[in-house]
């Protein structure tokens, strides 16, 4: 039976930040990483849905041993992807993660001080068991097999095709198409402006507003210090930045939650001109920061309804029909496919 030091499940963002550091402060440990899926990323490598990207910039969510050196701060998922197999190749992580191996079963025994682990590769079909002093489960903390889509009354009748993000594959084809994203969260405000771009229109369908947030897609204090201090003080000082920023962001919307309100609003107001509805579609009835806000780069969004290639629609569902959903106030929209933004 094979013994490790150290057994870490996920491949991730997480599990490929423990290999670094268990590795470079316990050197001579022994480990191993067990992805059950046949690709390194995690996250990055499983969703494939359009505009995939992330709503962290990257100088506080990347690795602080590899400094970001991208121009966009607000990445998205194939450049986070490419980051995360970089990582990976240049420390000989890659060398140590076995892929397609998936944990059934892990047990603990006080008498022994180790824990053993069975192991199933999905490859082969063979089981196996390892112990190990140490279990690092790096797993994240949604459920990656199915998204989470709400039991909407008659959603078989739908004559399209219902997809939730979590599972979009690549013979979706959306171009020309009436689309409708149920939702109002991070993964909606980014898929209604990638679909935009090539659907006839997309509407955002949501039952309760989302504070929305625009900014920069390349911060220009980035661009400045880039040129000024060298990578790793460039990078040191973007992210702590980036982390005062956030923290006074935070703080004054739980000290001030009406003035921070207020201005949020005046914000998207500014985006989309006086004589659009802000008070019924960003108008959230909680506090910001009750929930996250959703940070839109470079206003993509904003442009996509302003064009006209994309709406709002604030509304419950009461059904789905043959042609699309029909809704509480006795509005009907007509869709080709609707995307389930609702959760992980």
Not at 11 to 30: E, M
Not at 113 to 121: A, E, G, H, N, P
Not at 231 to 259: C, D, E
Request: net charge negative.
């Amino acid at each position: 039976m094979e013994h490790l030091d150290v057994l870490i499940v996920g491949a991730g963002i997480s599990g490929i930040g423990a290999a670094y550091h268990l590795q470079t402060l316990c050197p001579g440990r022994t480990y191993a990483v067990l992805e059950g899926r046949e690709d390194i990323g995690g996250t990055w490598d499983l969703f494939r849905y359009p505009g995939i990207r992330s709503d962290s910039d990257m100088y506080t969510l990347g690795f602080r041993f590899k400094p970001w050196k991208e121009e966009k701060a607000i990445a998205d998922g194939p450049d986070i992807l490419k980051y995360l197999r970089e990582t990976a190749e240049e420390n000989g992580i890659d060398e140590h993660i076995r892929f397609s191996h998936h944990v059934t079963r892990a047990a603990w025994s006080s008498e022994s001080d180790t824990w053993t682990v069975d192991v199933l590769d999905k490859r082969s079909g063979t089981e196996s068991t390892s112990t190990c002093n140490f279990l690092f489960m790096c797993t994240g903390y949604y459920d990656y097999d199915e998204g989470y889509t709400p039991d909407f009354a008659g959603m078989d009748r739908f004559g399209g095709r219902v997809v939730h993000p979590q599972k979009w594959t690549e013979d979706i084809d959306y171009e020309g198409k009436r689309v409708v994203v149920i939702g109002s969260g991070a993964t909606a405000v980014t898929l209604v402006p990638a679909l935009a771009e090539k659907a006839a229109h997309v509407t955002m369908l949501q039952r309760t507003p989302s504070y929305v947030v625009t900014v920069p897609g390349e911060d220009p204090v980035a661009k400045l210090l880039r040129r000024r201090l060298p990578p790793a003080a460039h990078y040191r000082v973007m992210r702590w930045k980036n982390v005062l920023v956030s923290l006074g962001l935070y703080t004054a919307s739980r000290k001030a939650p009406g003035k921070m309100r207020a201005l949020f609003k005046k914000g998207v107001q500014n985006e989309l001109g006086e004589d659009y509805d802000v008070e019924t579609h960003f108008d959230p009835p909680y506090d910001p920061w009750d929930q996250r806000l959703c940070l839109v780069p470079d206003s993509d969004l904003f442009r996509a309804i302003k064009s006209g290639d994309a709406s709002v629609v604030t509304d419950h569902i009461e059904t789905f029909t043959e042609k699309g959903l029909k809704l509480r106030s006795g509005e009907e929209i007509e869709a080709d496919i609707i995307v389930t933004a609702t959760g992980l």
